[in-house]
């Protein structure tokens, strides 16, 4: 524990040098401190985007509990988990949240080695009773988990949960029992889906799918949007990463703001957008 307290400490020093990395977590002002930690990143590894580094959103509420999610580069999203009496408050909470998983992030444990792989598909073997001959057979679980985990090898693991959502949400959405029916291998399927961020095209095709749920039967995306609302305020609490939950959630109001038939022919143009790049779908 004081070995990581230390090398967290070390990585404040390093990103953030102005400031008492003891007191890091505590300033008031956490919310200058996670946009200047962005910033300070984005100078060192220029891939980050410099414009709209990290976004807040004030969930709209008459009242307290306030609550705040904040989303940093690449998609991942914390939100407060204390309960807050002001808007300004949530903000800070969740910043601070944001920050702290910021700065954990860059420990070196963080970092997908070839000896993270090895301990983290034994230990993916021994939760699912399989066997570790699995992990060369890119046809299984475990082994399509190892061939994503060495395509994404040098990566943190912010960065590679950002990846990891996309197949988090096919799997919830059912796109990925349908390209298995389309004959796609996990290969072709993680191959596509690694190279395409989450975008509006990507959404709108999921929309398409649970408008078409709905169609089957009524009153499907409100059941679900429930279930994702549920969700989404236990993992907020908990301080977890919210991005699967979040677009959960936008996937579902989007569906469910085009429940009308004339809205429903422009999702199916995104959808078919969205899906030429996929040879199996051609």
């Not at 991942?76 to 009496?85: E, L, P, R």
């Not at 301990?119 to 570790?132: C, Y």
């Not at 996937?251 to 969205?274: F, M």
């Amino acid at each position: 524990m004081d070995s990581t307290l230390e090398s967290l400490q070390q990585i404040v020093t390093e990103i953030l040098p102005h400031r008492d990395p003891a007191l890091v977590f505590k300033d008031l002002n956490v919310v200058g401190m996670l946009q200047e930690f962005w910033e300070r990143k984005q100078k060192r590894s220029p891939v980050i985007q410099s414009e709209g580094l990290v976004a807040y959103e004030s969930v709209p509420s008459p009242g307290p509990p306030f609550v705040c999610y904040v989303t940093l580069p690449g998609g991942s999203c914390f939100g407060n988990f204390k309960c807050c009496s002001s808007t300004a408050e949530a903000r800070r909470d969740a910043a601070k949240v944001a920050l702290m998983n910021s700065v954990f992030n860059e420990l070196p444990c963080r970092r997908i080695t070839k000896e993270f792989i090895v301990k983290t598909v034994q230990e993916a073997v021994l939760s699912t009773s399989g066997s570790i001959s699995d992990a060369d057979n890119p046809g299984t679980s475990i082994g399509a988990y190892h061939y994503m985990l060495k395509s994404n090898m040098g990566k943190t693991m912010l960065e590679f949960q950002e990846v990891m959502t996309v197949f988090q949400l096919l799997h919830w959405n059912g796109s990925l029992k349908s390209l298995r029916e389309k004959k796609c291998s996990r290969q072709e399927v993680i191959a596509c889906y690694s190279q395409n961020s989450l975008d509006a095209h990507m959404r709108s095709h999921m929309a398409l799918d649970w408008i078409m749920k709905e169609q089957e039967i009524p009153g499907t995306i409100s059941q679900e949007l429930q279930v994702v609302h549920k969700e989404l305020e236990e993992a907020r609490k908990a301080g977890r990463e919210l991005r699967f939950y979040k677009e959960k959630k936008e996937i579902l109001s989007l569906a469910l703001s085009h429940t009308h038939n004339d809205c429903v022919g422009a999702l199916e143009r995104d959808k078919k957008v969205s899906l030429k790049f996929l040879a199996c779908y051609s």
